[in-house]
């Protein structure tokens, strides 16, 4: 009985020996195979990028051969030429060229033409500004004239109540009595020395008073004048009953009303400034002229001037007046030009540009306006080509400045070359097409 417990349990852990054996056989074997499969796997990769590499020195030494073997990233296209870059040829049947009312004409020539323009504000003209002063002191009793209203020489501005201008008239009649005592004694001295009753030097006398009393009366009469009386007034003062005491303002020239500083019960002093009166059908327009400028521009040189409310409007002047003082913190001189005015587009304080144009000795090509296309930021033009019948090439050409209808051409064209003017509108829709492929 003891025997066969001993063999159960000498048999039992034989089992798990050999159980033991086994699954450590197994282990290796796996192990061996992930091994294998490494292995492998490595020289794959190692084969890959070996053929990877010589891909690359291959399209080192061949750009193009590179550009093909490597395709285009997901939504980026490969670079084409922009259409803006290319040129096209138009080619029309004769009856193509007539329905389009196709025309050319010769490149002329004009001498070279640079322009200048500087910023610059519209003010009246100085030397036409007239300045309204009160004659006399005194408290306004009326005003009217508005800012802006157009008055004529001699129209009433203002009324000005004067006790001065009353009183100087009643010193004027006190004169004018002791004028006509002095008067009468001298006509009774004259008839009493004809008697023999008074001496020549009494009528002397009396006669050197008479003229010193007249004198007085034409002084008194005079300042009457210059406190604002007309004449026909001074003549009507013969009595208290003809004293007035208001003076009226009156328009010095016709002109526009352009400031106003009284208003009805204000108290102004003699020589006090009421009214501007200026002549705005000519203005000047003053800008400020760079130093590198002052060799272009002189006085008597023309100008355009352009008007941004109104861009369709350029008026034409000429330089009356430079400057001889730098600005030393703008390093500018004003410019200032004299620009008839006779529609009044241009107004008091607006801002406007002065375009000055000077020319070269050296002629450039010329073409009509018509005849220059723009394809986005480029200017093109339309050539007939020499010996193709209704074929025509679209040429680039650099502009320079407009002068009328024409406009300059600093490069792209010839003198004598044929353009396109009318119909090149047409030409240029299709040379779109033929680009577009359509």
């Known amino acids: 009985m003891e025997r ?96 389009a009312g196709i025309k050319t004409a010769v490149v002329g020539t004009r001498a070279a033409v640079s322009g200048i323009t500087v910023p610059a504000t519209v003010t009246s003209n100085a030397y036409r500004d007239t300045k309204v002063n009160s004659l006399v002191g005194g408290v306004v009793r009326q005003v009217s004239a508005e800012l802006g209203s157009l008055v004529s020489r001699g129209q009433p501005l203002a009324v000005i109540f004067s006790a001065e201008l009353a009183e100087a008239q009643m010193k004027y009649l006190s004169m004018q009595a002791m004028l006509e005592a002095d008067h009468q004694k001298l006509v009774r001295t004259e008839k009493l020395v004809g008697l023999g009753a008074a001496s020549r030097q009494e009528l002397e006398e009396v006669t050197a008073t008479h003229t010193g009393h007249a004198t007085e009366v034409a002084a008194a009469g005079q300042r009457l004048l210059l406190l604002g009386l007309a004449p026909d007034q001074v003549a009507r003062v013969t009595d ?137 930021e480029r200017s093109v033009v339309y050539v007939p080509v020499e010996g193709g019948e209704g074929r025509f090439t679209e040429r680039p050409v650099k502009l320079g400045a407009a002068v009328g209808d024409s406009v300059q051409v600093l490069d792209g064209l010839k003198p004598d070359e044929r353009v396109v003017t009318a119909g090149s509108f047409f030409l240029r829709g299709e040379a779109a097409r033929n680009r577009s492929g359509g």
């Open 240 to 376: 208290a009953s003809h004293v007035v005491s208001d003076v009226v303002v009156r328009a010095p020239a016709d002109g526009v009303v352009i400031a106003r500083s009284v208003n009805p019960g204000q108290v102004v002093g003699s020589a006090q400034e009421l009214f501007v009166v200026t002549d705005l059908r000519t203005v000047w327009v003053i800008g400020d002229l760079y130093e590198n400028d002052f060799g272009s521009i002189q006085v008597g040189s023309p100008a355009s001037i352009g008007i941004p409310a109104r861009s369709a409007t350029v008026l034409n002047g000429r330089v009356a007046y430079i400057d001889p003082r730098v600005d030393p913190a703008t390093r500018t001189a004003k410019v200032r030009v004299e620009v008839p005015n006779a529609g009044m587009e241009l107004r008091l304080g607006m801002y406007v540009t002065l375009d000055f144009r000077t020319t070269s000795g050296k002629p450039t090509p010329v073409v009509p306006r018509d005849a220059v296309q723009a394809l986005g």
């Open 4 to 99: 066969d417990d001993a063999e159960v349990v000498e048999e039992g852990s034989g089992g798990r020996t050999r159980h033991r054996l086994r699954r450590g056989l197994l282990q290796g074997l796996v192990g061996v195979g992930l091994i294998v499969v490494g292995l492998a796997a490595g020289l794959a990769w190692s084969e890959r990028r070996s053929g990877r590499n010589d891909a690359t020195e291959r399209a080192g030494d061949n750009p193009s051969a590179a550009s093909r073997s490597m395709p285009a990233m997901p939504g980026m296209p490969a670079k084409t030429a922009a259409p803006g870059e290319e040129t096209a040829e138009v080619s029309l049947t004769p009856e193509a060229i007539e329905r």
